[in-house]
């Protein structure tokens, strides 16, 4: 295991160094996506045409199939009465901490919301129905409930769809139904996978058709809202979860490999380290190994840190800088000292900066109120991390008088007859003329 890892260490000394960095990204890249013309990717669109197809019937077979859960589409969905009694059964411990982080993201989302602000020009209006993904192969995930459900609450949402795959006791974890029934969500389906995004997209007797889908998860759950893009909104490519850790001499080596161990652990996982120190690259490597020895799940961790992971020394912060916007990675964190808020100024692509040592992406992940679903595989370069923002439309407001349309209507007449389109010209003359 020790020396395997050793090769985990990349440096702008090396002849290939940019090619091994273009390799490790795109190994981040492709763990996200199916090629088009892989099996993975003809199998998910049969997927989603025989939910089409077939409905509810397809629906059981693909549950059946993937997560070993016989059920009958009245099954489907989970009755408030075990919700309420997850709710019951919850920790109490637990269930203020979890209020607590409601309170954090509800008072965040609150802040940032644009829907709040009124302009005669634009009426903002809730997507009146959502479909949230919550995954729950690896590990329960609570937290995602709170990180999309809420963000749509304070957007006026009234309706939200959960689906998360029946992986306990053939039903969903009591956890993530009891933060369910504390945010009034009642309508919670035990399915998963891409069949659940193509019902969600395309709806079926027994789940009636969103409008928008959100949520993180793993290939097959993101390559579906890719493909269901277009008769339904989605948030954006959100998945397997990807770490990059911006680091300097004052760094502390084991913080940072605590914090490469946190991502990869979700199996899939990157964590990828950029740094101008060889010394404090050697002492994360050093830290990663002692490390990763006592984890419970250390044989697949060391997998997906040779997969998708990496430490890279370069020849300055500069160039880190450069490389770090080309990643545009998922969590972008930044533990250089006195430097760290400087660096983050020159930062384009990320999905969530986390600025100074004692800003860990478990932060974020829970409590901060910034959502944790944000984008992937470099999609940081055009999509943004959810907010209450995303669970709104906008629509132009037009209002001329007479007076201002005169004022107008010689300079629509010119453009509309450079276009060629004279019957627009004319819907302006014919007001002038009366």
Known sequence: MKLELDEIIISHKQPDFRKKLTKLRFAVVHAVRFSVDSKENKQLRDIVEDIMKRGDAAVVEYTERFDGVKMT?????????????????????LLRSLRKAIENVRRYQTEIFIGKFKHPGIKYTAIKR??????????????????????????????????????????????????????????????????????????????????KIVGPGNQWVQMAKREVFGPVDIDSIAGPSEVLIIANDSANPAWISADMLSQ????PGSAIVFTDSQRLAENILIEVKKQVEKLNRAKAIIECLKKFSGIAVFEDMDNV??????????????????????IAE???????????DYSPVAVGDYWAGPSHTLPTGMTAKFFSALSANDFIKSTSIIEYDKENLAASAEDIIRLAEVEGLDAHAKSIRIRQQG
Not at 264 to 267: F, L, P, T
């Open 73 to 93: 589409p009245q099954q489907f969905r989970v009755p408030k009465e075990e919700l309420e009694k997850a709710h019951k059964q919850i920790d109490l411990q």
């Open 130 to 211: 959502v479909g949230i993904c919550v995954p729950g192969a690896s590990a329960p995930l609570p937290s995602t409930v709170i990180m999309t459900a809420v963000p749509a609450q304070v957007a006026g949402v009234e309706e939200i769809a959960v689906v998360s795959p029946p992986r306990y006791e053939g039903s969903i974890h009591p956890v993530i139904l009891a933060v369910c029934y504390e945010l009034g969500i009642n309508e919670v389906y035990r399915i998963g996978g891409a069949h659940a995004i193509a019902a969600l997209a395309r709806g079926t007797k027994a789940i009636r058709k969103v409008y």
């Open 264 to 267: 990869v652990e979700h199996d």
């Open 321 to 342: 800088i450069e490389w770090a916007n080309d990643f545009a990675s998922e969590h972008l964190e930044i533990q250089c000292g006195d430097e760290s808020r400087k």
């Open 346 to 356: 020159k930062i384009e692509n990320a999905g969530a900066i986390f600025i100074g």
